[in-house]
């Protein structure tokens, strides 16, 4: 999807900690890591041995074939090929209708999640993050 406009983009990957540290090992090995400039990038733990990976970025150009986003795409879907590890992408765009809305789980993890989604749309961004820990990884 091109858009010609800016857009907001708010991106949350969460899960088992030992999943979402080696996810991000693997991307950092496999050159696949997401840029940060311009965004406001959180990783923390929360819960029970949980860590979260959150991005927003405001008013930025979101085509496919950039290699920024192409690399978070990549990223998003190999976080969802670990176990037990959720993703959750939205992009609002200038228009009224022009809404993405991704989410990736593992069946099994309906029941923690369902319908309890971090991130949602009210034609902004709304953040409802758990409470940080600080992390170092």
């Known amino acids: 999807m091109r858009t010609e406009y800016p857009s907001d983009v708010a991106i949350c990957i969460y899960g088992p900690k030992d999943n979402i540290i080696a996810l991000v090992t693997a991307a950092r090995i496999g050159g696949v890591m997401p840029e940060t400039d311009g965004s406001d990038l959180q990783m923390f733990d929360f819960g029970n041995n949980k860590h979260m990976i959150h991005a927003f970025y405001k008013n930025v150009e979101w085509n496919y074939g950039l290699p920024a986003v192409d690399t978070w795409n990549m990223f998003l879907k190999n976080a969802a090929a670990f176990d037990g590890v959720t993703t959750e992408f939205i992009r609002i765009g200038e228009n009224e209708n022009d809404i993405q809305i991704k989410r990736e789980f593992e069946e099994e ?23 940080q820990t600080s992390v170092n990884t």
Do not use: C
Request: aromatic share 18%; proline share 4%; charged share 35%.
């Open 109 to 131: 993890d309906a029941d923690e999640y369902g319908e309890n989604w971090y991130l949602g749309v009210n034609r902004s961004m709304r953040f409802d993050l758990p409470e």
